[in-house]
């Protein structure tokens, strides 16, 4: 595995072409790193094979064959060695029926070669059975393994859009239940329709030892079949209301557990759990209908094959003591009674089964359907190094897509010299924090266009774009993962002392020095949590280290301490020349870090100069700054 | 969300129609065909009475919870149910023995007569099964439900007993599976483990005593081939599944955790140009799963047949020596025939045991974790003879008050402080000062180790704690929300107010625009934590929610804090409504709200180092001066 960590390193034009193809994220290869996007992870298993068919027209099992076809070397001769075993066992109450009519009634043959025959079929079958339930979970495991790959890679090929609605429990159980359900039935449904092959095979046989017989002796089986759909039609409802009505008792527990300070608070303990009662009791009424269902079908269910077996044994028995079957085809039946309810009971199951994956298949779909929308264009080429120059050029922009969406930029239009520092000031919603994702291009502008150094930034790949952007915001994500790799996030792999550089620089170095792990520290482990301005000042080593050409700070020290903010300030100011600089203030120290300050209102530029212009002649600048945070009480 | 923006803008999260939609439906999700069944099936719910509880905090069963002690009352019931398993097992295995009568009396004999009596008992055996397992699921299922619907109500009314030290934050997973896996599982071991432990016992004595009967060679043969590979086998299979299923829970827990952080994160993912790695680092995580999936069904993989394969083995070893019995006229066929069809009854119970006894070992561990829940006492502890607190003017007194949350490191040192009735103290002080211990003292979350708080002279130790919580009313830092309406939440405190009671108060406090905004005006749905409402606005219901509680204390602990310039407007012209008249202790982080207050405290390390108005202490220039100077410095 190449590392490529280095930016600006070796292989920039040996691999334009690989991230230029990204426009569409069926293309896109994720086995190795780019120049822009550095790998520091070595790929340990295979890459997913299948891939769902694009064309959503087509039904779903169609369109998940591939995934399922890219396995076919071990899925076919599983499936083939499955159906040999069944008609082994198929075999083997018909050898046994020959053994005790020649053996034992007539006494014509040898008791030992019968007893042999039922070894070697017996263990012949077994050694069956063991490889192809292998081969079977083995292709299940491979598709559901697949199916998550492709699902995550689709995922982070999704735009912020698409995250803005998403709601992450319901991708989670599309990632969890329904890849699950489709999977089984994927790998399920073949393997019992070889049981239906079996059941073929041994009804034929039994017909051509007695017809009647065989009738009268699968009469009760349809039944197995009957009773079974008609309870899982009433267990299926109802075990989602009793699921539902878990989750309603978890839920007023989970609030009661994390609200506690307000129960205790309004003294509403009696209260609650008179609601937890209310809802225990009505999981218990849907759980006593669960069991009376239950009640109702299983034993019945359980006892059909029984029935069977007395009508085998008094109208066989009859027929033997008319001497029209032998008392081995009598075994022989009643071994055919137990074998064949089996395809009743799961033929009813995997009808079920289907209906589900059919759902959710739909619903993975759904994710895997969904089309990022900002992607690169197919003739998008690399933004090279940089001068940082940044022009917005009558932007208009709206976020969602419904009817009521309301433009948040509104013609804005501001040129940004290389290496100036530009400070956005303007009261909540006014659009400076989407002005900053705009040019990252988490979004595209609706109208207008956003130029990086003369380039419409829709023209160059995003990664490559991204790369020349750090940005820092005001609630930053940090993972679970140890702060050294935290801060090296963009530049996995990154050396330890770039690392330290980068957090003394952002005055991360001193608190984190004093942990008991110091770099090492996994974030949230151990109920160690880091505070809001510990957070912040970790998210700003972690963009100091990828040095980027434009630097964007969206109320990044909001929660630091003045003083603390004043050193990471000079530290910034000491660079200032290699980036150009978009800062988004709340307070009056950050608004010193710029050149310029530009004043926002309803999306567009309302007046533009240094500050002490703006206070001189704007009044609606002072008015804003009056409102702005007053930082540090406390 | 990282680049989502404050919350509370109108573009961080979904669009609150798309959440109702999505949140709305009862059965979200669910197939249509399905959810119209199950529309069919709620139509049959009776209306439940409203439970009425009996809550105390000091009087409640205290004995060790035992499962002898959980199952007692129910002795004569579980008497019953067990009468229903002897008679269920029983007619479920006469089937091979009368198969073997009427082969042996009827068939061989070529007497026909016997055949119908045979078939017929056969009928009766197949009905009177019938009948007893129905009973026998219908009742104990009924029982088992019952008693957990107990132990959810006792449980968790033990829940409410405790005091705040015992909701620590590492604490709260594993709390909720108290209420829920533990739960479950003993609902498990009661409902399947217990009863079906007795059905296999019962079982496994049943055919191996027809077996010695009928011929104790042939069983003597049958339980020497079959048994100790059937025991050794089913036992492997059992620790190493569990090994393997263990490392599929643990697999599919990092597989989830990391789609999870993943999707939380994806906007840094994105930024940060780490898609490619984070692609490669999933797949890892997930190759891991596949492998230990594939591992663990291995282990299923080799069972099963393993098991027949030694049902073969049983089966050959029958025919090879009951054959040659059969031959020699020392066993009848339908007797060969009879241990046949008991061979494959044989396997299922060693089986199910097998698995019982894992299912029994999850009961016992349930049983140990809730009974060392239940013995938990609460720290603060209502005095037997509390009394009612009457109705207060307000007056707050702190008598020399030392806490600590553990017993090396106090938090407060000696603070002695007295709020007058219808003042409002304000507590300022740096992080970690002790700022909000004191308001978690006056409510009583905490008991002080030395001296006392007073309410109008009573100390709070003295009174019920239901009468002291309900005077008070306080305001936290991150305004928790119910699942339910917005009228569900402001009413939390007074359940019965009136709807006209809730409306006012939601527009006292400023929260009319919102209310006249919403489609459903005050029933609509807070969805999950009330991610649908802006963090102002839900620090808005808060305060309504204590303002019409009408208490006559009001505590504001941080409440202001996380709030942008707007929303804090609103507050705190909403504060000046609901202060008005009331005794008030404010914890501020910010100084624009102290400088409101009729006084200020400044605690700095657990002591009260500076007391008065604003402009005394700005006067005095101590901490408070100093701290006002860096503030007005800033702004």
Same mark, same amino acid.
Do not use: H, I
């Given at each position: 595995m190449p590392r490529s960590l280095e930016p600006m390193g070796v292989a920039a034009d040996g691999r334009l072409g690989e991230s230029k193809s990204t426009s569409a994220s069926a293309n896109r290869e994720w086995s190795t790193g780019t120049r822009f996007e550095p790998v520091d992870v070595e790929r340990r298993f295979e890459p997913p094979r299948g891939k769902i068919h694009?064309?959503?027209?087509?039904?779903w099992i169609r369109r998940m064959l591939p995934i399922v076809a890219a396995h076919k070397w071990v899925f076919v001769p599983t499936l083939v060695l499955a159906l040999i075993a069944n008609l082994l066992q198929v075999l083997l109450p018909a050898v046994i029926r020959s053994g005790i009519d020649q053996a034992l009634t007539d006494r014509t043959a040898s008791l030992n070669r019968f007893v042999v025959m039922v070894l070697v079929i017996g263990v012949l079958r077994s050694l069956l059975t063991l490889v192809y339930r292998y081969g079977l979970y083995k292709t299940a495991f491979q598709i559901d393994s697949d199916l998550r790959n492709r699902l995550y890679e689709h995922l982070s090929e999704l735009s912020f859009d698409f995250y803005d609605r998403m709601q992450s429990g319901q991708v989670i159980s599309r990632a969890n239940s329904d890849i699950r359900s489709v999977q089984m039935f994927l790998t399920f449904a073949p393997l019992i329709s070889m049981t239906v092959v079996m059941f073929s095979v041994a009804f034929t046989f039994m017909l051509t030892i007695h017809v009647p017989l065989t009738l009268v002796a699968i009469l009760p089986l349809p039944g197995v079949y009957w009773l079974g759909v008609r309870l899982r039609n009433e267990l299926f409802p109802l075990s989602w209301i009793v699921q539902g009505r878990l989750a309603d008792v978890a839920t007023t527990v989970d609030e009661n557990i994390n609200g506690v300070r307000v129960v205790r608070s309004f003294a509403a303990e009696r209260q609650q759990i008179n609601q937890l009662a209310k809802a225990a009791t009505s999981l218990r009424w849907a759980s006593v209908r669960t069991v009376d269902t239950r009640a109702r079908h299983n034993p019945l269910i359980e006892n059909l094959p029984r029935l069977g077996t007395l009508l085998v044994l008094v109208y066989g028995g009859w027929l033997v003591i008319d001497e029209q079957v032998t008392e081995g085809t009598l075994f022989a039946f009643t071994a055919y009674v137990t074998l064949l309810q089996a395809p009743f009971r799961t033929l009813g199951m995997v009808l079920m089964l289907g209906q589900r994956a059919k759902a959710s298949a739909e619903r993975i779909f759904e994710i895997l359907d969904t089309e990022p929308s900002v992607a690169d264009r197919p003739d998008a080429a690399d933004l090279a190094d940089i001068d940082g120059a940044i022009e917005f050029d009558d932007v208009v922009f709206a976020y969602g /897509?419904?009817?009521d969406r309301a433009d948040v930029l509104d013609r804005f239009s501001l040129r940004i010299e290389p290496g100036e520092s530009v400070a956005l000031v303007g009261r909540t919603g006014c659009g400076k924090s989407t002005v900053v994702r705009l040019l990252a291009r988490f979004y595209d502008v609706d109208q207008g266009a956003i130029r990086v150094d003369g380039h419409d930034v829709r023209d160059v790949t995003a990664a490559s774009l991204r790369a020349h952007i750090g940005m820092v915001t005001d609630e930053p994500f940090l993972f679970s993962t140890s702060l050294a790799d935290n801060i090296a996030y963009a530049r996995p792999g990154a050396e330890r002392g770039a690392v330290v550089a980068a957090a003394v620089e952002a005055q991360a170095d001193e608190f984190i020095a004093q942990l008991p792990d110091g770099y090492d520290t996994v974030v949230g +482990?151990?109920?160690y949590t880091l505070s809001g301005g510990q957070r912040q000042r970790v998210a700003i080593a972690r963009t100091l280290l990828t040095d980027p050409r434009i630097l964007v700070l969206d109320d990044a020290t909001s929660a630091i301490d003045v003083h603390v903010e004043e050193r990471i300030h000079a530290a910034l100011t000491e660079r200032a020349a290699q980036w150009t600089m978009i800062v988004i203030a709340h307070r009056l120290s950050t608004i010193a870090l710029a050149d310029r300050v530009v004043l926002m209102e309803d999306g567009r530029v309302a007046a533009t100069g240094t500050h002490r212009e703006l206070m001189a002649n704007e009044p609606r600048y002072a008015e804003v700054l009056a409102h702005l945070d007053d930082g540090g009480a406390a | 969300m990282s680049f989502g923006g404050p919350a509370g803008s109108p573009f961080g999260g979904p669009s609150a129609s798309a959440t109702s939609a999505a949140a709305g439906l009862p059965f979200a999700g669910m197939p249509s065909e399905l959810a119209e069944r199950a529309e069919r099936i709620l139509a049959q719910e009776p209306e439940h009475p409203d439970p009425d509880v009996a809550f105390s905090q000091s009087e409640y069963d205290r004995r060790p919870f035992t499962l002898r002690r959980f199952l007692g009352p129910h002795r004569l019931g579980l008497a019953g149910a067990a009468a229903l398993v002897i008679v269920e097992t029983v007619a479920l295995q006469a089937g091979p023995l009368l198969t073997q009568i009427g082969l042996d009396r009827a068939i061989l004999p070529r007497d026909a007569t016997v055949l119908w009596w045979v078939g017929l008992a056969y009928l009766a055996s197949i009905v009177v099964n019938l009948a007893a397992s129905a009973a026998r699921v219908s009742y104990t299922g009924r029982l088992g439900e019952k008693l957990m619907y107990e132990l959810r109500v006792r449980v968790f009314s033990h829940f409410q007993r405790?005091?705040?030290?015992?909701?620590t934050e590492e604490k709260t997973g594993r709390l909720m599976t108290r209420m829920t896996s533990d739960i479950d599982a003993l609902a498990a071991l009661f409902q399947d483990g217990l009863v079906n432990l007795a059905v296999q016992g019962l079982t496994l004595v049943i055919i191996t005593g027809v077996m010695f009967a009928l011929s104790p060679t042939l069983a003597v043969v049958t339980l020497v081939v079959v048994l100790p590979g059937m025991l050794a086998l089913t036992f492997w299979f059992k620790g190493a599944s569990e090994r393997g299923y263990g490392a599929v829970r643990d697999r599919i827990a990092a597989v989830l955790a990391d789609l999870s952080e993943s999707l939380a994160g994806m906007r840094v993912i994105t930024a940060t140009n780490r898609r490619r790695h984070n692609v490669i680092q999933h797949a890892n995580i997930v190759g891991e799963h596949t492998v230990a999936n594939v591992r663990a069904s291995t282990v299923g993989a080799i069972y099963g047949p393993a098991n027949e394969a030694i049902g073969v083995l049983g089966q050959a070893a029958l025919l090879l020596v009951g054959g040659r019995m059969v031959l020699d006229g020392s066993l009848t066929v339908g007797e060969l025939f009879a241990f046949l069809l008991y061979l494959t009854a044989f396997f299922a119970p060693i089986q199910q045991l097998v698995q019982l006894y894992n299912s029994y070992q999850q009961g016992q561990a349930a049983v140990v974790k809730l009974r060392q829940l239940l013995q938990t006492e609460p720290t603060v502890v209502e005095a037997r003879d509390a009394f009612v607190l009457p109705p207060l003017e307000g007056r707050i007194e702190f008598e020399g008050v030392t806490f600590g949350y553990d017993r090396e490191q106090s938090v407060l040192r000696d603070v002695n402080l007295v709020v007058e009735p219808g003042e409002t103290l304000a507590v300022v002080g740096p992080t970690g000062a002790g700022k909000s211990t004191v308001a978690k003292l006056v409510t009583r979350f905490y008991d002080p180790d030395q001296g006392r708080i007073l309410l109008d002279g009573h100390d @709070?130790?003295? @009174?019920?704690l239901h009468s002291l919580r309900h005077q008070l009313g306080v305001v936290p830092q991150e305004a928790f929300l119910f699942h339910g309406s917005i009228a569900d939440n402001v009413a939390f405190g007074r359940p019965d107010a009136t709807a006209e009671d809730i409306v006012d108060a939601c527009r006292q406090v400023g929260l009319g625009d919102l209310i006249d905004r919403l489609g459903s005006g005050v029933d609509t749905p807070v969805h999950e934590r009330g991610s649908s409402l802006s963090s102002g606005e839900r620090q808005l219901l808060a305060l309504a929610r204590a303002f019409l509680a009408q208490p006559r204390v009001l505590i504001l602990? +941080?409440?202001?804090? /996380?709030?942008d310039l707007r929303s804090e407007t609103v507050i705190e012209r909403a504060l000046d409504v609901v202060l008005e008249g009331r005794t008030a202790i404010v914890i501020a982080h910010r100084l624009a709200t102290a400088m409101r207050a009729d006084r200020i405290a400044v605690i700095d390390d657990g002591r009260v180092v500076e007391l008065g108005t604003h402009a005394e202490l700005v006067a005095a220039g101590g901490r408070y001066a100093d701290m006002y100077a860096t503030w007005s410095a800033h702004s």
């Open positions: 694009p064309d959503r027209t087509l039904g /897509n419904g009817s +482990e151990r109920g | 405790q005091s705040l030290d015992f909701y @709070v130790r003295d @009174v019920t602990d +941080e409440a202001t804090s /996380n709030l």
